[in-house]
């Protein structure tokens, strides 16, 4: 009896291989059991839930949220099993076409895994193109053994449905993940009450508007060098390290750029909810607006510093207790510098992912610096620290010393990848973009000698 098991459980995984390297199979539907639909499932998940904790890096926390992010996939993965079923001709047991579903599930997360981790930029975006066209070649000859006829409905809405998920995935955030780093889930402020929150917002104009008056003007500053105008953005109020990195920059840049008389802070903080404008989309809009008729438009440099947690859409997050605010994209920052119009600009963003803001605000006259690439993600972005890695090493430790933002960027990033490497943690991978016409414009030297 064991002879024939062990004979039988290695037909049944050379019948698999062949139906995942796309030759023929004779007799799919016997492959197709509850105990086969359900180890494939169990293998599927156990191997996403390992994967995805190796790509995150030590240190991160397991996230409750991403349960309901599994359940959804779940369901996604039996309405594909449903339509494909219901449109193959003639229409197939509704567990064949889930086990075709299940089957490929681990390759599909290992290949999909390597990706991420080993091919960027073009080589990615030909890789995915190539493991969609596996994808359909497979969907169609796994019906088609089932069948035996040529099921274009089925991979047609199948693959429209897959379609649909990707796109509403990349809409509201839904890949599924069960961790997530240290304080990286915002928790609401719930000391804030209805009252206290409609007063907020009610007062920000008046508020916005007493500090762009305490703004200097360009024709106040030095000697015919570029000013610097600072704007700071702190986003997620429920953890200081985002109030306290901003305040910091405001320091080292105004002591660097000579720009502690042009500068606002625009900052969300549970602690603090009177000293500054709330930072918040149509508030930055607003001020980047009125900002600029203190500014020479030729001449002088915005230096906008954003602090706040990111994902790759890209977008950050925007939060403050009660109140419905809009989050940060790369479509509308890249409106309000544009609309403001403002030239010049640097513009640093200290959150994870912040490298995916590089492509919708790159410009000749644009300076980029970002804490992570699009891939990656930042560390230090907990409640119980002042800074974040990133506010470290750039605002703390390189900028006062520098002679040029590219020393600066330079130093910041041999700094994290020291750190990180030591903590043995998936690297952040800074970025950084200097556009040609501005590199022109700081030759002028808007830095101070450092001390």
């Known amino acids: 009896m064991e002879v024939f098991d062990t004979h039988r459980n290695s037909n049944w995984f050379a019948r698999l291989l062949r139906l995942l390297s796309l030759r023929r199979v004779d007799s799919l539907a016997d492959m197709a059991s509850d105990a086969s639909v359900a180890a494939c499932a169990a293998v599927a998940l156990a191997l996403w839930v390992v994967i995805d904790r190796l790509q995150w890096g030590p240190g991160v926390e397991f996230d409750s949220f991403g349960i309901s992010m599994l359940a959804l996939v779940a369901v996604l993965l039996l309405a594909l099993a449903y339509v494909t079923a219901r449109l193959s001709n003639p229409p197939q047991p509704v567990r064949c076409t889930l086990f075709v579903v299940v089957a490929s599930l681990p390759l599909l997360i290992i290949v999909m895994a390597l990706i991420e981790t080993f091919a960027a930029g073009r ?3 030909i890789a995915w193109v190539i493991l ?3 994808v359909l070649l497979y969907a169609a000859r796994s019906l088609r053994a089932l069948s035996g006829t040529a099921p274009f409905r089925a991979v047609l809405a199948g693959a429209a449905l897959l379609a649909g998920y990707l796109w509403l995935g990349t809409l509201m955030d839904l890949r ?3 961790w997530a780093p240290p304080g990286n889930v915002d928790e609401s402020d719930a000391s804030m009450s209805v009252p206290v929150a409609e007063s ?8 916005l508007d007493d500090a762009l008056d305490a703004v200097a003007d360009s024709d106040e500053a030095t000697g015919g060098r570029p000013a610097v105008f600072f704007v700071g953005f702190a986003g997620v109020a429920s953890q200081k390290v985002f109030a306290e990195e901003i305040k910091l920059a405001a320091r080292i840049v105004g ?18 909810f009177d000293s500054y404008p709330l930072a918040t989309v149509s508030g930055l809009r607003y001020a980047l607006g009125e900002l600029a008729k203190k500014m020479d438009p030729e001449r002088d440099i915005l ?11 890209p977008l950050l997050s925007v939060s403050n207790g009660l109140l419905p605010l809009e989050q940060v994209t790369g479509e509308n920052l890249a409106a309000a510098l544009r609309d403001s119009g403002i030239k010049r600009r640097i513009v640093v963003i200290s959150a994870c992912h912040a490298g995916a803001f590089i492509a919708p605000l790159k410009d000749p006259d644009t300076v980029l610096i970002t804490a992570a690439a699009a891939d990656k993600t930042s560390f230090g972005c907990s409640d119980d620290r002042d800074l974040t890695y ?7 430790d390189a900028l006062p010393s520098a002679h040029t933002l590219q020393d600066a960027f330079a130093l910041t990033r041999s700094a994290i990848a020291k750190r990180e490497n030591a903590e043995h943690v998936t690297p952040s991978d800074p970025q950084a973009y200097f556009g040609g016409r501005i590199e022109q414009l700081l030759q002028q030297q808007p830095m101070r000698p450092p001390p």
């Open 123 to 125: 080589r990615g975006q």
């Open 132 to 134: 969609g066209i596996y």
């Open 176 to 178: 599924p993940t069960l």
């Open 200 to 207: 907020l917002l009610f007062d920000q104009r008046s508020r």
């Open 255 to 272: 002591a660097r750029f000579d720009s502690a008389s042009r500068q606002l802070l625009l900052i969300n903080d549970h602690r603090d």
């Open 303 to 313: 230096f906008l510093a954003l602090s706040s947690h990111g994902s790759d859409e």
């Open 390 to 396: 990133f506010g470290e090493a750039f605002y703390r």
